[in-house]
């Protein structure tokens, strides 16, 4: 049974950095792709970033470039998101979510397996 585990959410204040952890198991290879993807209060579900497991290929939405940095640590089945320069507007609950398979839009339609979330609140 896949399982995903966020942690690392909290109160940080804008400009500062916070670095999200995904824990994963369950997975049966690297044939996966895992993705951070957040929801705003108020706001529909919208994807942050994605990381291919077997290769380590990542993908990041415009916006969140430079500022977000997904890696994974496959030996301790851990995929973090860290964040810089933190903005207000970034406050949102922040998601794993993976995919089975090399080919991937990083989309939440196309997630197989989630986490519950963790929350991220940028104070200004």
Known sequence: EVQLVESGGGLVQAGRSLR????????????????????????????VSCIR????????????????????????????????????????????AAQRGYYSLCDADGMDYWGKGTLVTVSS
């Open 20 to 47: 999200l952890s995904c824990t994963v198991s369950g997975f049966t290879s690297d044939n996966y792709i895992v993705a951070w993807l957040r929801q705003a209060p108020g706001k529909e579900r919208e994807r």
């Open 53 to 96: 497991l077997s290769d380590d290929s990542t993908f990041y939405v415009d916006s969140m470039k430079g500022r977000f940095t997904i890696s994974s640590d496959n030996a301790e089945n851990v995929v973090y998101l860290h964040m810089d320069n933190l903005k207000p507007e970034d406050t949102a609950v922040y998601f794993c």
